[in-house]
């Protein structure tokens, strides 16, 4: 097995599949979070980038889906992994196209997040929020608002409303972090999509708990990751 001399590190996604999995599951994840291969990382690749340059567009552009589907159904790979990661980045768009209609972004302006943003580090754990989409607007007394959308895609673990809203709380965190000079924070501006679920959960307006519950987690984390 290849040695990592990082620290800790875990995706949010991750993260939050961890606080609600059984010991063993735990330690996969961060198995798999210590020895990352690029095929896992990049499993959803195609379906993320379409559908964020959707929301960017504030959904009045659907070309880049559309587009993705085309060049994906014409692949015709080899390897068997292949083939399933290209099946489930097509029916994510497919399926994400059935869902615009439930997306609301709440009169705010869309653009692409940044593809290497900082992390969020809490005990020494950096978490890797990297939100697809930042959103801004502008409240009611015209101060500027912001808040950051994050996609979640995997079947295998689809979010519900208690996970999807540590989620959010960690968007709101991190907004906190690497973007107070924008604006202040709005909940209501950090919703989560879960295309594999075909649900849209809206950003969530407490956050103090759920952080507490986080900044636990982490230290377990932290505690555990030497010994993967």
Known sequence: MAKSDKGPRISVNKLCE?????????RNILHDQKYPTDFKGMYYREASEAIASVIASNLENINPIENAINILSQITPDKIGTQRRVARNLDALETFQLMLDDVDLKGAQAKLGDQSPPKLIIHGVEISVRPEIILTATGKSQAPLVGAMKLHFPRTF???????????????EWCKVHMHDAGAVNGTLCPVIDVGSKTVFEGVKSTTARMKDVDAICQNIAALWPTI
Request: glycine share 4%.
């Open 158 to 172: 689809s979010l519900n409303a208690d996970s999807a809203g540590y989620v959010s709380a960690i968007l709101q």
């Open 18 to 26: 961890f606080m609600v999995a059984k010991a063993a599951r735990q």
